[in-house]
């Protein structure tokens, strides 16, 4: 149900011999407005002449962040008027009922919470396909792209338990298949995450989650090597420090491994071995524009207009990563850390980018500085978009 639109009082204030509401006719016929309902009801964007404006409409007036509408008490400026003539000649909607008081309150303090959920992409669909049909699935992609998030989601949907690793060099045996440890006088075995996923296979439906899969020990990866070959219809952990054989059903133990690509990287190229054991690959990238600025306002609550700004950034950046002036990307992650401190921090976007993302990216001098020629571009970066 739409809400009635009060017309603007005019009051007659005029300029060049002319009511601010025959300028906002003109107006019209040379701006481009935006219905921004979606990042927050009753608000729309005019842009004219390299100028942009919010006009909001709260069900019962209206208001404009113009220096001009600031000024004065009463009446409505130009860039309200063309936002009203626009509605009256259909060209745009009307905002929808605004919801009551105590569901406006509800909305604020949630709008002010970052929502982690909801991965968007095709990936989702895949590696749901991929889980239905007992296959294991290897997640490829640059590192932000949300491989982690989607794993969890979709484990917590379809189910399964939810076993992780996270991949490193320094991967010890007791963290992947498990090793003695002394405890007071006698010394016991302990499970690593692989020899539990297995024990809890045997009842109920697991996945292990092995992150950043690139990066483990050969030695570990060669364990892996033996048992993602299934027999009979079972998976099989043969553990040779213990002698105990382990059995899990092929469809209640899913293996997804994620990886991120690029010299930057990786530092242990997989085997080919291993990569058949995952059936499934599918490729992650990062969003296009719209939809990567549409994330950032659904779950920041950030106004369209700077999230299109912060993506134009993060897609200027990872162009200068292609042509080696970078090392690692700026990534959906790290624009939503930056929109929430733009949000809930009061920050301008400038200043919340040196505290949350800029000194990540750019190298250091051999005295442990960081790299002035990588800063000055970044921040000139910056200051050229915003």
């Not at 113009?66 to 905002?95: F, M, N, S, T």
Request: a positive charge.
């Amino acid at each position: 149900m739409a809400v009635k639109i009060v017309e603007p009082k005019d009051y007659k204030y005029s300029t060049k011999g002319g009511s601010r509401a025959s300028e906002g006719r003109e107006l019209l016929s040379r701006a481009e407005i935006y219905d921004e309902s979606l990042a927050a009801p009753g608000t729309y964007r005019i842009v004219y002449d390299g100028k942009e404006h919010l006009v909001t409409y709260n069900g019962s007036s209206w208001s404009c962040d113009c220096e001009d509408q600031r000024k004065r008490a009463k009446g409505g400026c130009k860039h309200i008027w063309a936002v009203y003539w626009a509605i009256k000649d259909g060209r745009l909607e009307p905002p929808k009922e605004l919801p009551k008081k105590e569901e406006k309150r509800a909305k604020a303090s949630a709008k002010a919470e970052v929502k982690a959920e909801g991965f968007v992409g095709p990936q989702k669909g895949q590696l749901i396909t991929a889980l239905k049909l007992n296959k294991n699935a290897l997640l490829k992609g640059p590192t932000g792209t949300g491989k982690t998030v989607l794993v969890r989601e979709v484990a917590k949907e379809l189910g399964y338990k939810l076993g992780y690793i996270a991949g490193s060099e320094s991967l010890q045996d007791i963290d992947f298949l498990g090793a003695f440890v002394k405890k007071g006088d006698s010394i016991e075995w302990v499970d690593g995450k692989l020899t539990k996923a297995f024990r809890l296979a045997q009842k109920t439906r697991v996945i292990l989650f092995i992150d950043e899969i690139n990066r483990i020990p050969s030695k570990h990866l060669n364990i892996l090597i033996g048992v993602m070959n299934p027999s009979g219809g079972k998976y099989t952990l043969y553990n040779h420090l213990t002698g105990e054989e382990l059995k899990a059903p092929v469809e209640n133990l899913r293996f997804i491994g994620a990886m991120n690509e690029g010299g930057a990287y990786q530092v242990h190229p997989l085997d080919p071995a291993l990569m058949r054991r995952f059936e499934s690959k599918i490729q992650f990238y990062y969003l296009p524009a719209d939809l990567e600025a549409g994330l950032i306002v659904k779950r920041t609550g950030l106004s369209r207009r700077l999230a299109e700004k912060m993506v134009k950034v993060a897609n200027l950046q990872r162009e200068a990563v292609k042509r080696g002036e970078y090392d690692f990307p700026l990534d959906t992650a790290s624009l939503l850390n930056w929109a929430e401190m733009v949000v809930k921090g009061g920050l301008s976007p400038e200043e919340a980018a040196t505290c949350t993302w800029l000194y990540g990216l750019v190298g250091a001098e051999m005295d442990g500085t960081p790299n002035e020629e990588q800063v000055a571009g970044l921040k000139k970066l910056i200051e050229t978009v915003f």
